[in-house]
């Protein structure tokens, strides 16, 4: 039997429609496959804080997805995990300044943390205790690690979310208090306390020597700041750091010292 060169095409241009068909539905139906096999191995990796330090290790990353999806990760389905929301399940947790998860051709799973970083450790007037981070956003004491950050105790009101955005507020003043001592290596190295009376004025407490510095209201910070180090260099490195009991900066162009 003779086929004709027009019926050869036809016949030609079918089976290769079919092929293309049949290949779309093995991938398909292998794609389907993919997405009800459970994810494979989870890897978890928390980018340590200045100093190798970490406030939330491997583990806690794994039990916040758990404890939000209701079973551990590896038992999810591929199908049904959305990357997107695992990191917005992870952004959620205080410690955590950002999250990223990739899942893999092979389903493995790859979790990347950056954690929050404190700045300041907050005691308040009602026995709280908390860090605030560099955005002044609030977190808890970690289990894994005390931070090594200035310490701030005193008259403290409790936390107000939105203290960063208002005119006046006392938080809001000791907040740029530390941004200002932590930006300068000098005064990082120096000061370990900020001690905030029923006045409203701080007080620091350097880390050599038993004096306190009054440093009254969070005004004229760079020019207290100027005399304080004009003092440190000429007067306390002749007379030495254990004759002064308080130097006092609230009088403008002064400093102000009572001995021991």
Not at 218 to 229: A, C, G, H, I, P
Request: proline share 4%; charged share 30%.
């Amino acid at each position: 039997m003779q086929i004709n060169q027009q019926t050869y095409q036809s016949i030609k241009r079918v089976a290769f429609a079919g092929g293309i068909l049949l290949l779309v539905l093995l991938i398909t139906a292998a794609a389907e496959r993919k997405k009800e096999m459970p994810l494979g191995e989870t890897g978890v990796e928390v980018k340590p804080l200045l100093g190798g330090y970490w406030l939330i290790d491997s583990s806690d990353v794994l039990k916040i997805i758990e404890r939000n999806l209701g079973m551990p990760l590896n038992e999810q389905a591929s199908g049904i995990i959305d990357e997107d929301r695992v990191e917005r399940i992870l952004e959620e947790d205080p410690f955590v300044k950002n999250a990223e998860v990739t899942i893999a051709a092979n389903n493995k799973v790859k979790i990347l943390i950056e954690q929050r970083e404190p700045i300041l450790r907050i005691f308040d007037n009602l026995g709280a205790q908390y860090y605030l981070d560099a955005k002044g956003f609030r977190m808890p004491l970690s289990p894994h690690f005390t931070a090594r950050t200035l310490v701030a105790t005193g008259d403290i009101q409790p936390h107000s979310p939105e203290f960063l955005e208002r005119r006046n507020h006392e938080m809001k003043d000791l907040f740029a208090l530390t941004q200002f001592i932590i930006a300068d290596k000098f005064w990082n190295a120096m000061i370990e306390q900020i001690y905030l009376n029923k006045r409203g004025e701080f007080v620091l407490i350097p880390k050599i020597g038993d004096q306190t510095i009054i440093f009254g209201r969070y005004t004229d910070v760079e020019d207290k700041f100027y005399r304080l180090k004009t003092f440190y260099e000429e007067a306390m490195n002749r007379e030495g750091w254990k004759k002064y009991h308080s130097i006092d900066l609230r009088y403008k162009g002064q400093v102000v010292c009572e001995k021991n």
